[in-house]
């Protein structure tokens, strides 16, 4: 079975940092792109970073880039997300999402349950 | 980059049939593909409709997606409304400078 899990979230303090992880399984991740999408309490959802099979091509929102870092690490299927001087328009639910492809513009096919980041002083 | 607009909410009886809208702000919107996601409420968003038109294994036929570049819309329909299909719907497309953009959802309620 497919599965993502992230990890990861809490709550943490404006201009501070987190990471945020996600675990992959059942699937040959280092095939995939993978991606992170957040979704703010009662909003729609916004794309925020992706990556590509190898991490050759690599995207950013413009809300977050400058602050926020994504890799991988294929040996250990792994995904991650370093977030950098958040703010409180950061706070969100962060989905960690698979490509049907290796390429950053392949669509999303299998999504994780998401990791809840609160920044709040 | 460009924007997708979608109707914020839509309503129809369980057994009709409802077309939510997906429309491009600039550029043409059969450059990149779209993509449709279901998110029931407390659940993680899945995919009912890939590349335009394509139905991922598991989503009924009852789903289907389609693009217009004369209005330069995407369109996704539910026919034979469940009351189970009642849930938040996002269009998705690729802005090719490495960019994805999504609509900002469309709620639908089956009354």
């Known amino acids: 079975e497919v599965q993502l899990v992230e990890s990861g979230g809490g709550l943490v303090q404006p201009g501070r940092s987190l990471r945020l992880s996600c675990a992959a399984s059942?699937?040959?991740?280092?095939?995939?792109?993978m991606h992170w999408v957040r979704q703010a309490p009662g909003k729609g959802l916004e794309w925020v970073s992706g990556?590509?099979?190898?991490?050759?091509?690599?995207g950013y929102a413009d809300s977050v880039k400058g602050r926020f870092t994504i890799s991988r690490d294929n040996a250990k299927n792994s995904l991650y997300l370093q977030m950098n001087s958040l703010r409180a328009e950061d706070t969100a639910l962060y989905y960690c999402?698979?490509?049907?492809?290796?390429?950053?513009?392949?669509?999303?096919?299998?999504w994780g349950q998401g990791t809840m980041v609160t920044v709040s002083s | 980059n460009f924007m997708l607009t979608q109707p914020h909410s839509v309503s129809e009886s369980p057994g009709k049939t409802v077309t939510i809208s997906c429309t491009r702000s600039?550029?043409?919107?059969?450059?990149?593909?779209v993509q449709w996601y279901q998110q029931r409420p407390g659940s993680s968003p899945t995919t009912v409709i890939y590349?335009?038109?394509?139905?991922p294994s598991g989503v009924p036929d009852r789903f289907s997606g389609s693009i217009d570049s004369s209005s330069n819309s995407a369109s996704l329909t539910i026919s034979g409304l469940k009351t189970e299909d009642e849930a938040d719907y996002y269009c998705?497309?690729?802005?090719?400078?490495?960019?994805?953009?999504f609509g900002g959802g469309t709620k639908l309620t089956v009354l």
């Open positions: 999402a698979k490509g049907y492809g290796d390429r950053l513009g392949d669509a999303f096919d299998i």
């Open positions: 059942g699937f040959t991740f280092d095939d995939y792109a």
């Open positions: 990556i590509s099979w190898n991490s050759g091509s690599i």
């Open positions: 600039s550029g043409s919107i059969a450059s990149n593909y």
């Open positions: 590349e335009d038109n394509q139905r």
């Open positions: 998705q497309s690729y802005d090719s400078s490495n960019h994805w953009v």
